[in-house]
């Protein structure tokens, strides 16, 4: 009955903190999620994970470099699929090209306007479209601004967490818990909770894409012909299953103490809330996975060489969550089809069409492939000199971009062209 109420009594100043991991769960592959359960076995004796879980690399494809090469990549993939070809995207696009290595905006804001002729209020709506994507904190213009950014991008954030950001900043830094408690007239209990999801926040939320680890393609999705249509199910690494050791917390509960019974109740309550987590994160793939098979079929099983179009806002509508849960649903996702492994990102279409109605991913990869198709096999051309020729076609799509039309189009890449490997 203790331990009920300790995890009741827990249960609200945890929320926050939940939420907010609840997202990064959903961000992970299926290694790194592996990764995060064995973490949480370690340091939570009441946590045990499914041996069924463990991840065997061999006869996954190796990468030597990250899905994303950096995070500009990472950045203009989300720009493409999520705004309309406008004024506005060119401009948030120009802005991501400014952020340092930690996703910082280091620059002369006046002479950044000045230069592109831009009004101040459409920088701020640019830089405001900026900050919202993902990692989350990118595009600030101080740490400060950062961690202010992560705050208001968690849902029902404490008021204290952004009181403490915004006027509280450098108490904060020094630890002077006294005049932030005076000024706030916060409760310690309230402050603590505060400084442990500020302590969740990153300082430099584009440090992770400067990393040079070995990667492998492992897919948390997999879809296969059944019958007349098709069957999707999450492979084992995209549902580990956690077990709770109830033999480890019989034998603690045993005991007579009140401060070990808390503790199992904060340990307890731990193991529902991931276990909870994992359970959105599979239901959310699973949704989203199933709303882009159903549109994207013919090509994933080899009867269709293009892809149809499909919009970030469309499988959003389809599932009935918003744009950004999406993204962090697909990022760093794969699907084993029966065409191969393909990057979930690769099934979508980018946000933007012609004025016949065709979409601006049809006209780009028709472009693209009557380009290579007249190239000097002997000299194939390079992705970036095929971007430039479909700039001068006024179709604007970065080297990376040609590259990833490439694969879902099945081309070969400039080496394997030589002398007709098409």
Known sequence: MGIEQTIRQSQRLQLTQTMQQSLKVLQMDGFSLQEYLNDLSLSNPLVDVSASGDININGFERMNSPEYTNLYDYLETQIELRYSEKPLRRLVSLLARQLDRDGFLNFNQDEFIATN????????????????????????????????IQALQIDSCPPLVLEILRNYYHDFLHNDIHRILV?????????????????????RPGATFWNDETQYRIPDIKVRPDGAGYRIYLTKFGRPELIFN????????????????????????????VDGMLQRREETISAVAEAIVAVQWL??????????????????????????????????????????????????????????????????????????????????????????????????IARRTVAKYRGVMGIASKKLRKNGGV
């Open 183 to 203: 000024g706030t007239e916060a409760s310690v209990a309230d402050f603590t909770e505060a400084k442990r999801v500020i302590g969740t926040f990153t300082s």
């Open 299 to 396: 090509y994933l099983k080899g009867e269709q060489k293009f892809i149809s179009n499909l919009l970030l806002r469309d499988v959003a509508r389809s599932v009935g969550v918003a744009e950004s849960t999406v993204s962090r649903a697909i990022s760093g996702e794969y699907i084993d089809s029966p065409i191969g492994i393909v990057a979930v990102r690769d099934l979508l279409t980018n946000r933007s069409g012609t004025s016949d109605g065709e979409s601006a991913d049809s006209r780009a990869m028709s472009s693209i492939r009557r380009i290579i198709r007249n190239e000097d096999n002997s000299h194939p051309l390079s992705d970036q000199k095929i971007a430039e020729l479909l700039a001068g076609e006024g179709i604007a």
């Open 117 to 148: 002729g831009v009004s101040i209020v459409e920088f701020e709506d640019a830089l405001t479209l900026l900050q919202s994507l993902d990692p989350a904190g990118v595009g600030a213009r101080s740490i400060q601004e950062s961690l202010i």
């Open 246 to 273: 109830t033999a480890e917390y019989d034998q603690l509960r045993a005991h007579d103490d009140k401060e070990l019974e808390d503790y199992l109740g904060s340990l307890a309550m731990q193991f529902h809330d």
